[in-house]
């Protein structure tokens, strides 16, 4: 009783052409309903309309038709509103969007800093090996001085 009240009070503030286009949704969903050949049928009809005539943006109700036949000639329809359910399918369908960018972020992060890491090994041990191999101590020193990272004052 409590949406049925809540469904007439709705359907009372709207404007003709509300209404009119509300009946057309209802026109639309039983047209459905009598095509559907199995026993049991499970139907999703969205109905439009604006809250009231000074708000031009329509609103949208999604709802769930279950359509069971009862013989040749009748069928019983029973229209349950799922506006919120679609609502939390598309928070969640976001949720998972974010999470799976903030992973390929951190695995672009965890790639980038190894890829540094390798190029900056792979340069000290280039640097470690010119100094093993060039027997001049002053090359040596400063091979030494880079590699222990300080400044290089290098006057001829």
Not at 83 to 88: A, G, I, N, V, Y
Not at 115 to 136: D, H, M, Q, Y
């Amino acid at each position: 009783k409590k949406n049925s009240s809540m469904f007439q009070s709705s359907i009372s503030k709207l404007n003709r052409t509300d209404v009119t286009s509300y009946v057309t949704c209802m026109a639309n969903l039983v047209s459905r309903s009598w095509t559907c050949e199995k026993k049991e049928t499970l139907l999703i009809h969205d109905f439009s309309f604006s809250e009231n005539a000074a708000n031009p943006l329509k609103s949208t109700v999604s709802c769930e038709a279950k359509v069971t036949r009862l013989d040749e000639n009748s069928i019983v329809v029973v229209i349950r509103d799922i506006s919120e359910r679609f609502q939390l399918f598309e928070a969640e369908k976001k949720l998972v969007a974010e999470s799976t960018a903030r992973l390929k972020d951190a695995e672009a992060n965890r790639f980038t800093r190894h890829e540094v890491k390798n190029g900056l090994l792979a340069a000290i041990g280039l640097c470690e090996s010119l100094r093993e191999t060039i027997g001049s101590k002053e090359l040596s020193n400063t091979f030494s001085n880079i590699l222990n990272g300080s400044q290089v004052n290098l006057q001829d």
